[in-house]
């Protein structure tokens, strides 16, 4: 394993002191797992949706683009370049094909009818982020993958090539394409697909750089001071990608909330905030829509610009603000 100052020998560390969940929290899940909470799927299918095919058959060279395919997978055009996030095509966030949270909707995309992808960003390996199914169809196209410390191992150890795949530390930068360059940052979070391997892998977001425009990715994160670091060292970015949705009081140490991605968007010294991790799986206890409910309260409280596409959209991204309300439909 690479040397870091934030891996002890044995696991990796957050940033900040971190309790994925407190003294008793499972006791009192397991409690809360009996009780009714309404309204946490859809109260009926939304969808279908779809990509415009031929708006994505092109990558402007200097405009910034965000096509949201569900929860944390994004297609990101960046100053002519591609990148997508956690892909994931998995009907379920789980090791099991009939157990575990299945997606509200489809990827609006299909695998077989991909666009053009210049590369990969994978920030962890739980199972709503890293789709084994996915990667092996990216990579068999010759996709590179940029990742952190140790999940390089796990693609290896499925068959992807290693010339494919780029492992960071935090704070790492690669320059890509000539005129870009991708900055690995700290998450407060961990990581780990099964019973006996949490913290063997690192977490992390990315930062984007283009000639034009600066994208901030935060895939999973609990909030901490360390995004007022990140948009002093790497920012001001025209849009901030931050999770809504998953919360629960027992593990807000792992998962930020609306409030709390409202704050780390103004930290990051981010133009615009556009939500993530929300609105397709049931992972938590709260309503489906009540992320982007609560959101949309907080960012006009903190004067922050939101921009909220329905899936599928591939969104310009310019200083508007923009709000389909595609959720309401489906309330």
Do not use: C
Request: aromatic share 10%; proline share 8%.
């Amino acid at each position: 394993m690479q040397v870091t100052d934030h891996f002890n020998g044995k696991i990796f560390l957050n940033p900040v002191p971190t309790e994925v969940m407190g003294k008793g929290a499972i006791w009192r899940l397991l409690g809360k797992a009996f009780q009714k909470h309404p309204h946490r799927e859809p109260a009926k299918s939304p969808g279908p949706f779809s990509v415009d095919h031929d708006a994505l058959r092109t990558i402007p060279d200097s405009a910034l683009r965000v096509t949201w395919l569900g929860h944390s997978s994004l297609l990101i055009d960046v100053d002519g370049k591609r990148f997508l996030t956690d892909p994931l095509w998995y009907q379920r966030a789980s090791p099991f094909r009939y157990l575990g949270p299945r997606r509200f909707f489809p990827n609006p995309l299909s695998l077989e009818a991909l666009p053009h992808i210049d590369a990969v960003l994978l920030s962890h390996d739980h199972y709503d982020h890293l789709d084994r199914k996915s990667i092996l169809h990216l990579t068999q196209k010759n996709i590179p993958v940029i990742t952190m410390l140790g999940v390089g191992k796990r693609l290896l150890q499925w068959g992807i090539s290693p010339g494919l795949v780029t492992e960071l530390d935090w704070w790492d930068a690669v320059p890509f394409g000539g005129e870009h360059t991708i900055t690995a940052a700290p998450a407060r979070h961990f990581s780990g697909r099964g019973l006996t391997d949490r913290f063997s892998t690192l977490w992390g977001s990315f930062a984007i750089k283009g000639p034009l425009h600066r994208v901030f990715y935060g895939a999973d994160s609990g909030y901490f001071n360390g995004f007022v670091t990140i948009g002093e060292n790497l920012g001001p970015f025209d849009l901030a990608l931050l999770e809504i949705g998953a919360y629960n009081e027992e593990w807000e140490a792992i998962h930020m909330g609306p409030e709390n991605a409202v704050q780390a968007a103004l930290d990051l010294k981010a133009a615009q905030l556009m939500p993530i991790h929300w609105g397709t799986f049931n992972l938590a206890m709260h309503p489906w829509t009540e992320p982007v409910e609560r959101l949309l309260d907080a960012a006009a409280k903190k004067d922050v610009s939101l921009v909220l596409p329905a899936p599928g959209d591939t969104t310009p991204i310019t200083g508007n603000s923009h709000n389909s309300g595609w959720w309401k439909k489906y309330h």
